[in-house]
């Protein structure tokens, strides 16, 4: 295989990065700055003790997404390096593209947009979205057409956070529909329009090894450690957000025990998958979102943990190989089993808990922080008092619908995206491998001109 001579699209990324960070200093040197400090000293009080409250819990989603989630993806054992490193950088990308769509959109008065701890925070939840999605086409796509993904989800996310949260009124404060929903259908919706119909083959680099799946399992420990943060980091400091610690942290116990329990009823010699066990053990912190701070018995919370996990365990098992099927679908990391159908589930028990609680009890639920700023309790405006639990049951599958439906159909348009021309995606046979995107040690010291499968790799790098 030739390489093609050194065109400009050989530097597309390093321009496409360079040329955002350099708008991206320009935009902060003109717009941003941060809030004022408070001259009263009640006023400055209250900031040191919101500070002293979120930092600590900010710290544990960081932890979370560029520690946790990174070990989480590195179950192909070629692409761990690209698979870290990507997302670092989506992570960094898509927080510093949301931080500019947020403060324009709601942070801007007065020609300046003022920048706090709260409003990276929420960025960082946009962020979130992307890392989840690109699971779906992770080793299959190249850098560029991964920041093409982030530069689209992150604005079609903020719109329909807003449409889901303050329009409707859902109570969502983990992220079960607005982050996890969304972003699982989006990145399907991705992958199908990527991949077309035809049927991805089995790729001999997709294996695991008890190495990876180690690396991989250390990930999912981190994420199940620090989970609660990520649930109750939003909610009003006090009994919301210690329920929700309590609920989330007895939804992930259920389903870890209960993935144990479900992978090994459905191997044949009793064994525990790996694969189960490094997502099953994650589904209940997916599920418990919508419900976490809600006034729900404890039960209902293990419950909900083991539901998740089961139907999470089900899902690699039974619905992956039958979407692939039937539909062609293709979903590397099995997303939809991780974030879709647990959040479903979690969507659903919301509905259910809103309809079985009193209404005094129901009325103390609305203490939720929306993720756009401002409190729940304003966007909803007392609808619970004034329309009654069975519409905000309704609302609440009016949310479930709109992420769905809405994801669905913007990540089929990003993905068709990603078929330009000059959006190289690796071949086939150079897929997950990360001497396609690094200068691997071993490799660079090797003698000789190289293999036929090194030389390809070089002439792909003149196109990505």
């Known amino acids: 295989m030739a390489a093609p001579p050194p065109t400009r699209p050989r530097r597309l990324l390093p321009l496409s990065l360079g040329l955002f960070q350099g708008a991206l200093l320009l935009f902060f040197t003109i717009f941003v700055t941060y809030d004022e ?4 000293a009640e006023d400055a009080n209250l900031v040191a003790n919101q500070l002293y409250g979120i930092f600590p819990l900010f710290q544990d989603i960081q932890v979370m ?16 390096l690209s698979a870290i490193a990507h997302n670092f ?53 190249s850098p560029c057409q991964l920041l093409v993904v982030a530069t689209c989800e992150v604005p079609i996310y903020l719109a329909s956070e807003w449409a889901i949260v303050t329009h409707l009124g859902v109570l969502d404060v983990g992220g079960t529909i607005t982050i996890h929903v969304f972003s699982c259908y989006f990145g399907l919706g991705v992958s199908k329009a990527l991949f077309g119909a035809a049927r991805q083959p089995v790729h001999p680099k997709e294996t695991p090894t008890p190495r990876s799946d180690l690396l991989s ?63 099953g053990s994650l589904a209940g912190g997916v599920a418990i979102g919508a419900v976490a701070d809600m006034a729900v018995p404890p039960v209902a919370a293990l419950a909900l943990g083991s539901l998740s996990a089961v139907a999470c365990v089900l899902g690699f098992r039974f619905l992956t190989p039958l979407l692939a099927r039937k539909l062609a679908l293709q979903d590397q990391c099995g997303i939809h089993n991780l974030h879709g159908l647990p959040g479903i589930l979690g969507a659903a028990a919301s509905a259910v808990a809103i309809l079985v609680a009193s209404e005094d009890t129901s009325r103390s639920r609305f203490s939720q922080v929306s993720p756009v700023g401002g409190n729940a309790s304003e966007a909803v405006g007392g609808r619970w008092g004034d329309h009654g639990a069975g519409r905000q049951a309704l609302c609440q599958a009016t949310g479930l619908a709109v992420a769905i439906g809405g994801s669905l159909l913007a990540g089929l348009l990003a993905g068709a995206a990603l078929r330009l021309p000059c959006l190289a995606r690796p071949p086939e046979q150079l897929c997950f491998d990360d001497s396609l995107y690094f200068n691997i040690q071993d490799q660079a010291e090797s003698p000789g001109p190289g293999s036929t499968a090194e030389e390809e790799a070089l002439a792909l790098k003149e196109r990505v």
């Not at 400090?37 to 009263?40: G, L, Y």
């Not at 324009?104 to 990276?120: K, S, T």
């Not at 989970?227 to 942290?249: E, K, M, Y």
């Open 217 to 279: 399992l250390v990930g999912t420990l981190i994420l199940w450690v620090f989970w609660p943060s990520f649930v109750a980091v939003l909610c009003q400091p006090g009994d919301a957000q210690h329920r929700a610690i309590l609920n989330t942290l007895l939804a992930m116990s259920a389903s870890a025990v209960t993935t144990v329990v479900a992978s090994s009823l459905l191997e044949r010699d009793g064994k525990l998958s790996p694969g189960h066990l490094q997502n």
């Open 89 to 141: 950088l989506l992570l960094n990308f898509s927080t510093q593209w949301a931080l500019v769509l947020q403060g324009l959109l709601h942070h801007f008065h007065h020609g300046q947009v003022h920048l706090d701890l709260h409003n990276l925070l929420t960025a960082e939840f946009a962020a979130v979205t992307v890392l989840i999605s690109v699971g779906a086409v992770l080793g299959r796509t």
């Open 65 to 80: 997404l560029v520690v946790g989630l990174g070990l989480l993806l590195t179950f192909l054992p070629l692409y761990g």
């Open 37 to 40: 400090p408070s001259a009263r």
